[in-house]
Each structure stands twice: as C-alpha cells, then as structure tokens.
C-alpha cells in the first residue's frame, strides 16, 4: 500500500469519525431541546394549576358577599 493510499484510508476513517460526532451532537442537540421544551411545560402546568388553586379559594372566600349588590 503506498503513502497515497494510507492517506487516502486515514481521510475517509476521520470523515467517518466526524460524521458520526456530528450526529451524535445532533441526537445529544434534540434531547437537550427535548428536555428544556419538557421542563418548560412541567412548570407552565405548575403555574397554572396554582393560578387555579388561588383563584378558587379567593372566590370561595369571598363566597355570598361576592353577589351582593
């Protein structure tokens, strides 16, 4: 095998090599961005489901007084 060829073979292995990386920083990429839109969700519902929980018990305090004119 001459020099040319070694080269040739050492190019296309680090070509290899490189592909690979890359799409395992694409995959790595995706499930980070998976992860932050799945946190980001979780703590919208906490937050909603608190407004909730704090609308409901200011209405059920304020109870009859609220319908009186």
């Known amino acids: 095998m001459g020099i040319a060829d070694q080269f040739k073979d050492k190019?296309?292995?680090?070509?290899e090599q490189a592909k690979k990386?890359?799409?395992g920083a694409k995959d790595d990429?995706?499930?980070d961005v998976r992860d932050d839109v799945r946190d980001e969700?979780?703590?919208r519902r906490s937050e909603a489901?608190?407004?909730?929980?704090?609308?409901?018990e200011q209405m059920r305090?304020?109870?009859p007084?609220?319908?009186k004119a």
């Open 65 to 67: 007084d609220r319908f």
């Open 61 to 63: 305090d304020e109870g």
């Open 29 to 31: 990429a995706k499930d």
């Open 21 to 23: 990386a890359a799409g």
């Open 41 to 43: 969700a979780s703590e």
């Open 11 to 15: 190019a296309q292995e680090l070509a």
């Open 49 to 56: 489901q608190e407004k909730a929980r704090e609308e409901a």
